[in-house]
């Protein structure tokens, strides 16, 4: 099983600033780290790897600093790895973003899955994952919390709802989105952190994927940030007392109300 996994890297913390003119995230001096529920769609893709065979090929579309998280992506076992980078996509939306992954995921092979998180801990639209989906014409699952099996062409999983989960299937190849926290991923050792600083990496730009210019970055993205802000910070301390019980009522209350609550 030929298995591609998107991901992305993010800011470490949310103590990001927004450009004031272009309200766009001010990303360079911000310390970096692999999105959270990529870490997860990683370790489903490696346990599927190490269940039915194949390869983890791991795709990241972003600056030559975002090597960094395809490093992490073959110290945790991704077998090869793919960077996604050209001046021409800087400032995509998550139209132009995932036409670009799918252009580079279908230029590189043929893949049985393609995975990705179910949103990033940045942007946070969760719009990726079903957009490659369609860009591909592949049928797609979002928020699986685990894939059960993969028998006669088909892949079962459990689909996350708000109060449980729902049996899926669906048929392959596919794009399925992994919820951030349905797998504990495994951590690399010192030996696949050495091995994966020396990984080759193949560099897709847009002479390789031949997109309209008009298709990428900046041009190709209908949306645009008009205005950004920050939440006002208000320091309205109050001090409950009761039994555990009467003071959860008082905090429920205050939740319904529309407080947004802090307990130290
Ligand atoms: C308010 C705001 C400000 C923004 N500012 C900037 C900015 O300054 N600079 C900038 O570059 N972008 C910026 N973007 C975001 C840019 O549009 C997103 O990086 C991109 O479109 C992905 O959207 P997302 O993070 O919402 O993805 P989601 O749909 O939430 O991500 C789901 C999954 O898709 C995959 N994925 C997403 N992006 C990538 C990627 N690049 N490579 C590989 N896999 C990926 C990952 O598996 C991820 O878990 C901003 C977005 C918003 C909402």
Redesign the pocket.
């Known amino acids: 099983m030929n298995i591609a996994v998107?991901?992305?890297q993010v800011p470490v913390s949310n103590n990001v600033s927004v450009?004031p003119v272009?309200?766009?995230?001010?990303?360079d001096s911000a310390e970096n780290t692999l999105?959270p529920?990529?870490a997860n769609?990683l370790e489903e893709a490696i346990s599927l790897k190490e269940r039915y065979g194949g390869k983890v090929v791991a795709?990241?579309?972003?600056p030559p600093a975002a090597d960094k998280a395809l490093r992490t992506a073959a110290a945790m076992g991704a077998d090869e790895l793919v960077l996604?980078t050209d001046r021409v996509f800087?400032?995509?939306?998550?139209l132009?973003?995932a036409r670009v992954?799918a252009a580079s995921v279908g230029r590189y092979g043929a893949f049985d899955l393609i995975l990705?998180?179910?949103?990033?801990s940045?942007?946070?639209?969760?719009?990726?994952?079903p957009m490659i989906a369609e860009f591909m014409a592949l049928p797609h699952l979002t928020e699986l919390k685990s894939v059960e099996a993969v028998e006669a062409g088909c892949l079962r999983g459990v689909k996350k709802f708000k109060n449980g989960g729902a049996q899926v299937r669906v048929r392959l190849p596919a794009v399925l989105?992994l919820s951030y926290g349905c797998n504990e991923p495994r951590l690399p050792t010192f030996a696949s952190q050495i091995a994966a600083k020396k990984k080759n990496v193949t560099v897709h730009t847009n002479e390789d994927l031949a997109l309209p210019g008009d298709a990428v970055g900046l041009s190709g993205s209908p949306t645009e940030?008009i205005d950004?802000f920050e939440p006002e910070k208000k320091k309205n301390a109050a001090f409950l007392s009761g039994s555990p019980a009467e003071i959860a009522e008082k905090i429920l209350s205050l939740i319904e109300e529309g407080n947004n609550i802090v307990i130290r």
């Not at 795709?59 to 972003?62: R, Y």
């Not at 990705?116 to 990033?120: D, L, T, V």
């Not at 940045?122 to 994952?129: F, K, S």
């Open positions: 998107c991901i992305k450009d272009t309200h766009s995230l001010v990303r999105n529920a990529d769609a795709f990241t579309m972003g996604i800087a400032g995509s939306d998550t132009a973003t992954l990705a998180g179910s949103e990033s940045d942007g946070a639209t969760g719009q990726v994952g989105t940030v950004s």
